[in-house]
């Protein structure tokens, strides 16, 4: 039952990573050159227009939007996980059972959202303060 739920969450949760009219478009853009800041149409730009917006063909830009966007999915789940275990002590009326098991929900997801930012935190002092590799600032 936990495992049905939890993936409900997931799914729901993309559903802020963007608006279905961008995912499910069609394009007829598709393989036209872009630039990546601005989404504008070019015939120089480092970038090639998808159904999903412009994406960057440099491997640096490319590389840093991967990782806000799964960043930005990791926060989204767990906040979610922490309705949920919200949710689950409210309505356990009680039950000690239902009581912990939404305490240990809520410092599961919490625990997670403190593993997300401590890695890109050291990935970060690794990339850019010790190795300076370039295009991480």
Same mark, same amino acid.
Not at 54 to 60: F, H, R, S, Y
């Given at each position: /039952?936990?495992?049905?739920? *939890?993936?409900?969450? %997931?799914?729901?949760?993309?559903?802020?990573?963007? &608006?279905?009219?961008?995912?499910? #478009?069609?394009?007829?853009? #598709?393989?036209?050159?872009?630039?990546?800041?601005? !989404?504008?149409?070019?015939?120089?730009?480092? @970038?090639?227009?998808?159904?999903?917006?412009?994406?960057?063909?440099?491997?640096?830009?490319?590389?840093?939007? %991967?990782?806000?966007?799964?960043?930005?999915?990791? @926060?989204?789940?767990?906040?979610?996980? /922490?309705?949920?275990?919200?949710?689950? /002590? *409210?309505?356990?009326? !009680?039950?000690?059972?239902?009581?912990?098991? !939404?305490?240990?929900?809520?410092? &599961?997801?919490?625990?997670?959202?403190? +593993? %997300? %930012? +401590?890695?890109? /935190?050291?990935?970060? *002092? *690794? @990339?850019?303060?010790?190795?300076?590799?370039? !295009? +991480?600032?």
């Amino acid at each position: /039952m936990s495992k049905v739920l *939890i993936l409900i969450l %997931i799914a729901v949760s993309f559903l802020f990573l963007g &608006s279905f009219q961008q995912v499910f #478009a069609v394009t007829t853009a #598709a393989g036209v050159a872009c630039n990546p800041q601005s !989404g504008q149409n070019l015939a120089w730009g480092k @970038g090639i227009k998808t159904a999903i917006g412009c994406i960057p063909t440099e491997p640096t830009e490319l590389i840093n939007g %991967i990782i806000k966007v799964a960043i930005a999915a990791g @926060g989204g789940i767990a906040l979610l996980l /922490m309705i949920f275990g919200v949710f689950q /002590m *409210i309505t356990s009326a !009680g039950n000690p059972d239902g009581v912990k098991k !939404g305490s240990e929900q809520i410092t &599961s997801a919490v625990l997670g959202l403190l +593993f %997300i %930012i +401590f890695a890109v /935190m050291l990935l970060k *002092i *690794i @990339g850019v303060d010790i190795l300076q590799l370039p !295009g +991480f600032q």
